[in-house]
């Protein structure tokens, strides 16, 4: 796997996140290894360019994923990189 782009001090995991993620049979560290090394997931190409400027100016860095059972997740870095959040996205968006 590649190596990390950044490290976020703590990492939070919604409720919601953690029972989607437990259902598909995955483990959180999973999304968290791929956001923390530059695999940003189901995102354009816009928001795949504003994280690659957010590692080199200290800004949020945003990913998208889906679980394999289709439930789809946040996670995000703000720019202190004081915590990571994992959040499941609710349907409607």
Sequence with gaps: MLAAKFTPSQVVITPGAALAIE???????????????????????TDRVRN??????????VSRYKTLLGKRLGVITPPDRSVTIILEFPEEC
């Design 23 to 45: 259902e598909s049979g995955l483990d959180p560290a999973f999304f968290l290894q791929k956001h923390l090394c530059g695999d940003w997931g189901d995102l354009d190409e």
């Design 52 to 61: 690659r400027e957010s590692l080199q100016s200290g800004g949020r860095v």
